[in-house]
């Protein structure tokens, strides 16, 4: 037994140091004033990198943008995606199925084998170099996978606490409202959470759609740190890679006592 026990540590160390390596570059690359592609501890440690960074034109206007375009991606997706998982958890409708598997199907959609099209439906309907039209497509591209979690999540809230609430002359939205968005609080935290990273993220939709230097998100400003004829700012850009994860990580702390709580309803309902 303790020779594939002593196999499967070895493989669990690998990964373990996979992960592990790139954080330690971004680390060490992001204080030295040589950083390099080695991580290796800095032989003269300094915040220049930082400071190069932490200003409005190089950090700040693209992490205000990005945040602009994921905040306002994830709250039209998780709206969206309430009202549409409603109706899907809770009424039996005739081409439910069909509906949920052409979701299912879209999830599974590359979006650059559709950005050709969708560049020229934005040019017709001068949506090009807009931060709206960005935050509406990359809303609409997360929509399915948000439709599709949302109703999982509804699926586990007994129907039963809303009937109590259409027997006392509650609406279905007034009993969506009041019982099942509170109940799934932590679901609605888990989409959110999925699409704003998701959106953070994305490059292509951003870089394809946005022509003014001064709309670019974080993750397109970016790539200013890659010169031309292979010159790269290995300490700024590894500075501003832990810059650019501090949101994410910021709001994963926010709500992690809601994603901890899980779906408690013992004792919701009376048998």
Request: aromatic residues 12%; contains cysteine; hydrophobic residues 60%.
């Amino acid at each position: 037994m303790r020779g594939p026990r002593l196999v499967v540590n070895l493989v669990l160390l690998v990964v373990a140091v996979l992960f592990v390596a790139p954080l330690l570059w971004l680390v060490t690359a992001s204080f030295d004033t040589h950083g390099g592609l080695a991580a290796k501890v800095p032989g003269e440690a300094t915040l220049g990198n930082f400071g190069q960074i932490l200003n409005w034109q190089v950090g700040g206007r693209p992490l205000v943008n990005g945040l602009l375009i994921s905040a306002g991606t994830a709250i039209i997706a998780v709206v969206a995606a309430v009202l549409a998982a409603y109706p899907l958890s809770r009424f039996q409708l005739r081409f439910r199925r069909p509906f949920l598997y052409t979701i299912l199907f879209t999830t599974g959609l590359p979006v650059t084998a559709i950005m050709v099209p969708v560049y020229g439906l934005f040019v017709r309907l001068s949506l090009v170099d807009s931060l709206w039209g960005t935050t509406v497509f990359l809303a609409a591209t997360a929509l399915p996978m948000a439709i599709w979690m949302c109703k999982n999540f509804m699926d586990g809230i007994p129907v039963s606490l809303e009937e109590a609430a259409w027997v006392d002359g509650a609406s279905s939205l007034q009993a969506l409202r009041s019982i099942v968005l509170p109940l799934m609080a932590p679901g609605v935290a888990v989409v959110g959470i999925f699409t704003f990273i998701t959106a953070w993220g994305n490059f292509f939709v951003p870089f394809v759609l946005l022509l003014d230097p001064d709309k670019m998100p974080a993750s397109v400003g970016i790539f200013s740190f890659f010169g031309q004829n292979g010159l790269v700012a290995y300490g700024q850009l590894a500075a501003y890679s832990i810059l650019y994860t501090a949101p994410v990580l910021a709001l994963y702390l926010v709500v992690s006592r809601w994603l901890g709580g899980g779906f408690s309803m013992a004792g919701a309902v009376k048998a």
